[in-house]
Nanobody
C-alpha cells in the first residue's frame, strides 16, 4: 500500500502562484511514477502533470504547460506541483496519484484525498 497526503492548496488571486506537496509513505515510493490530477464538480477527473520514478521525464496537460512544473524529491518521498500564472479555470480539487507501471493519463494505483485550489478573478 502507498499512502498519499496532499497539502498546499488554498485561495489565490489570478496571476498568483501556489506550490502543492504530496507526501508519500508505504511501499518503496521511489519506484512509482507520481502525478497530479484535478476535478471540478460535475466533471471527470483530468490529468494535470506526471513524473517518472527517477524524475528524468515529466508530462503535462496542454492547459498547464509552461505554467506548472512537477518535481519530486525521492529522499523525502515527496512530489511537488509548482503552479504559476494561475487562472480562475485552474480552480479545482487537486489529487496526487501514484502508479507502478503507468505515468500520465492512465495512472490510478493510489490516490490522495485531494486539496482545494481556488483562484479568484
Amino acid at each position: 500500500q502507498v499512502q498519499l497526503v496532499e497539502s498546499g492548496g488554498g485561495l489565490v488571486q489570478a496571476g498568483g502562484s501556489l506550490r502543492l506537496s504530496c507526501a508519500a509513505s508505504g511501499r518503496t515510493v521511489s519506484r512509482y511514477a507520481m502525478g497530479w490530477f484535478r476535478q471540478t464538480p460535475g466533471k471527470e477527473r483530468e490529468f494535470v502533470a506526471a513524473i517518472n520514478s527517477i524524475g528524468s521525464a515529466t508530462y503535462y496537460a496542454d492547459s498547464v504547460k509552461d505554467r506548472f512544473a512537477i518535481s519530486r524529491d525521492n529522499a523525502k518521498d515527496t512530489v511537488y506541483l509548482q503552479m504559476n500564472s494561475l487562472k480562475p479555470e485552474d480552480t479545482a480539487v487537486y489529487y496526487c496519484a501514484a502508479d507502478f507501471l503507468r505515468v500520465g493519463v492512465g495512472m490510478d494505483d493510489y490516490w490522495g484525498q485531494g486539496t482545494q485550489v481556488t483562484v479568484s478573478s
